[in-house]
C-alpha cells in the first residue's frame, strides 16, 4: 500500500524539529508538501526496510524462503555498498561514513576502493579509494582526476615528483604510468574520464 505526504504532515514533522522526512521508494508526496518541506529547508529520505538479523538466525530456512529472501536483497538494494539518499528534486548524496570498500587482491595490497557513480554511456567513473602507506606502479586506462581528501602522497608521472595533500588534485593522462609513493593512509576520489581535455 502507498503512503501519502501532505502538508500537514510535513507541518507536524517541522513542530517536533525534525529536519529529515523518511519515505519509501513508494511514498506520494504532494506538491503542496514538497513546497513546504523546501520552505522549511527539509529533506526527503528514500529509506529501506531493515533485514532483522537475529530472526534470521534463528528461522528455518526452506530453499523456496531462501530463493524468496535472495531476489528481495537483490531487488532492494540490501547489500547495497553504500547509502545513497535521493530528494525529489533528484538530487543524489552519498554519505562517506556508509561506503563500504574491497579490496584489490589480484592487484595491490592496500588499497581499497568503491564505485560510487558512472555514466550510463560508460564514459566517466566516480570511485572513493582508500590507500595504505605503500608504493606501488600504475598504468592509467583513462584521463583520470585524483582529488587528495586526506592523506600524504607522492606522485611521480615522467621523471617529474609532486607532493600532495589534503585538497590537492592531479590529472594523469591516459595510458601514462604513475609511480605513486603513499606515506601515510591517503583517501581519495578518482574520477576516470574518456576523451578528458584539461
Given at each position: 500500500m502507498k503512503k501519502l505526504i501532505c502538508a500537514s504532515d510535513v507541518e507536524s514533522l517541522h513542530e517536533e524539529n525534525k529536519r529529515v522526512i523518511p519515505i519509501t521508494e513508494n511514498t506520494i508526496v504532494t506538491p503542496s508538501a514538497n513546497d513546504l518541506a523546501e520552505e522549511y529547508d527539509m529533506t526527503f529520505?528514500?529509506?529501506?526496510?531493515?533485514?532483522?538479523?537475529?530472526?534470521?538466525?534463528?528461522?528455518?530456512?526452506?530453499?523456496?524462503?531462501?530463493?524468496?529472501?535472495?531476489?528481495?536483497?537483490?531487488?532492494?538494494?540490501?547489500?547495497?555498498?553504500?547509502?545513497?539518499?535521493?530528494d525529489l528534486s533528484g538530487v543524489e548524496i552519498i554519505k562517506h561514513h556508509t561506503i563500504q570498500l574491497k579490496g584489490f587482491p589480484q592487484r595491490e595490497r592496500g588499497v581499497f576502493a568503491q564505485e560510487l557513480m558512472h555514466s550510463s554511456n560508460g564514459e566517466g567513473c566516480l570511485e572513493y579509494v582508500s590507500i595504505n602507506p605503500m608504493h606501488f606502479i600504475e598504468q592509467q586506462v583513462d584521463d583520470t582526476f585524483f582529488y587528495i581528501i586526506e592523506g600524504e602522497l607522492k606522485a611521480t608521472l615522467k621523471e617529474s615528483t609532486t607532493c600532495l595533500a589534503d585538497g590537492d588534485i592531479i590529472y594523469v593522462p591516459k595510458d601514462e604510468v604513475i609511480d605513486w609513493d603513499v606515506t601515510k593512509q591517503t583517501k581519495v576520489i578518482k574520477v576516470k574520464m574518456k576523451g578528458c581535455v584539461s
Open positions: 529520505k528514500v529509506e529501506k526496510g531493515k533485514l532483522n538479523v537475529s530472526e534470521m538466525i534463528t528461522q528455518e530456512w526452506s530453499k523456496e524462503s531462501l530463493v524468496t529472501l535472495l531476489k528481495n536483497l537483490i531487488m532492494d538494494n540490501a547489500l547495497s555498498p553504500f547509502i545513497l539518499e535521493r
